[in-house]
């Protein structure tokens, strides 16, 4: 059984960081892309970030770009996002998730069916 926790969400105020983590047990990661998703209130679930397998290509969302880095340690199993620059609109609960396609080849996949397993979400709240 699969089991991604996730952590380091809180309060912050804009312009503020907020580095989160998501460590997975049942699983070893390092032959799996792993995504960031966000759901805010009232609003569907998207896509945030993502990162390959290898650690050699990452995908945004256009709206973080310059702002997030996705990062991954496969030796600790764990997926991290640096959240910097934060913005009111970032108010989310933030969930990792993992690709349901081991080896994927090309680049890191957004479309949330590509993903089999979820973390419970973290809470992040930007205050303006």
């Known amino acids: 059984q699969v089991q991604l926790v996730e952590s380091g969400g809180g309060l912050v105020q804009a312009g503020g960081s907020l580095r989160l983590s998501c460590a997975a047990s049942?699983?070893?990661?390092?032959?799996?892309?792993m995504g960031w998703f966000r759901q805010a209130p009232g609003k569907e679930r998207e896509f945030v970030a993502a990162?390959?397998?290898?650690?050699?290509?990452?995908l945004y969302q256009d709206s973080v770009k310059g702002r997030f880095t996705i990062s991954r340690d496969n030796t600790k199993n764990t997926v991290y996002l640096q959240m910097n620059s934060l913005k009111p609109e970032d108010t989310a609960v933030y969930y990792c998730a993992v690709d349901k396609e081991r080896f994927r080849a090309g680049a890191p996949a957004a479309p949330e069916p590509e993903y089999d397993y979820w973390g419970q979400g973290t809470q992040v709240t930007v205050s303006s």
């Open positions: 049942g699983r070893t990661l390092s032959t799996y892309d």
């Open positions: 990162i390959k397998w290898t650690g050699s290509s990452v």
